[in-house]
């Protein structure tokens, strides 16, 4: 049987744990899995430092917002660690945890078009408000994609 | 003696370069949130819109807070801070001393100290909110109030910027699908 590529969206939240839970209980038994665990984070915003005296008191503070964001990525490893361990063992897992340029929909797209996967697991929140502002990544992916299974988990 | 304030135009000024660098809301705003949890030197800061359906309170951007504090359930307007919605800033200086939060134990296990929320308005109309939650007790400046405001207000103005320009993307998508056939001359 050829490999079955997933890519699984993950940003920290409850909906995200059911995505992951339905990955596990519909693929996890299956031969030649690879799944591959993503997220995309808002990087450290790009500040001249050197400019002037009061924005070089930022740079500790610079440094801060990037200390916090490799404790975020070691939080993501820890959880897909402990997944290829357990739920996932039969699997294999990749993760990929990088800044993101675009919005979550574009950057999966864009993801979806360097690794040609046959699966897109995402999850979607109903009613909500700040989809007005962000846009709903659930239906760009499925308006944009082609031959490409995509899971919506709600 | 007053409060120290710590919000001056050179913070005004890398805030908004960093705002400036983004086309898309959501990172603009978790930039915001970033520079003022780390300027500022707070523990964490969130910004919410407003659904006016359900009046919750949905994150659009967070950062600082653990994503159990972020998560911990729906975040009703006329229960949470309900006086930033008649359109004023609210300061809880001391969270053990409030009855203005809907869940004050999680605040207390999150280690917050103190919280400001500012309203976010659009015509005259609040549409969300941004707080700032500090590890202690905290005597912020009226200056500083004022200030976040301010920033407050751009966010809401980069938020009405978002939805007309994705309401005009939506009518040039509908008019690209529509076939020749059925255009008149």
């Known amino acids: 049987m050829a490999i079955q590529k997933i890519l699984v969206a993950y940003n920290f939240t409850h909906l995200d ?16 899995i690879e799944i ?19 924005t070089g008191k930022l740079k500790s503070s610079l440094s801060y917002l990037s200390q916090q964001v490799m404790q975020r990525e070691n939080e993501f490893k820890e959880i897909t660690e402990k997944l290829a361990k357990n739920d996932l063992a039969n699997a294999q897992i990749h993760t990929i945890f990088r800044p993101r340029k675009k919005d979550i929909a574009s950057e999966i797209i864009n993801l979806n078009r360097e690794t040609k ?22 239906h760009k992916v499925l308006m944009t994609l082609k031959e490409t299974t995509v899971c919506v988990v709600s | 003696m007053s409060a120290e304030e710590k919000i001056d135009i050179d913070l005004f ?40 359906e359900y009046d919750e309170l949905e994150v659009l951007a967070s950062f600082g807070l653990s994503t159990d504090y972020v998560q911990k ?32 134990q999680d605040a207390q296990k999150e280690g917050i100290g103190a919280i400001v929320s500012v309203p976010i308005n659009f015509y005259g109309k609040v549409i969300g909110a941004m707080r700032l939650y500090h590890h202690q007790v905290w005597d912020i400046s009226d200056r500083d109030v004022d200030s976040l405001l301010v920033l407050a207000e751009n966010i809401g103005l980069a938020m009405t910027y978002t939805r007309v320009l994705k309401a005009l993307k939506t009518i040039r998508y509908t008019v690209d699908d529509i076939h020749d056939i059925w255009m008149l001359d």
């Open chain 1, 17 to 32: 744990q059911k995505a992951i839970e339905f990955v596990t209980s519909t693929f996890a038994r299956l031969d030649g």
């Open chain 1, 36 to 54: 591959t665990i993503f997220h995309a984070y808002t990087p450290v915003p790009e500040i001249e430092t050197q400019a002037s005296m009061v």
């Open chain 1, 117 to 138: 996967f046959d699966v897109i697991v995402l999850n979607r929140k109903a009613a909500r408000v700040t989809r007005f502002f962000s846009g709903s990544v659930s």
């Open chain 2, 13 to 52: 000024k890398v805030v908004f370069r960093a705002m400036a660098q983004s086309d898309n809301l959501e990172i603009m705003a978790n930039h915001l949130t970033q520079l003022l949890v780390a300027s500022l030197e707070i523990k964490g800061c969130t910004i919410f819109v407003l659904n006016p």
């Open chain 2, 73 to 104: 359930g729906p975040l009703l307007s006329d229960k949470s801070i309900a006086d930033t919605f008649s359109g004023k800033p609210f300061v809880i200086p001391d969270v053990k001393n409030t009855d203005k939060l809907q869940y004050p």
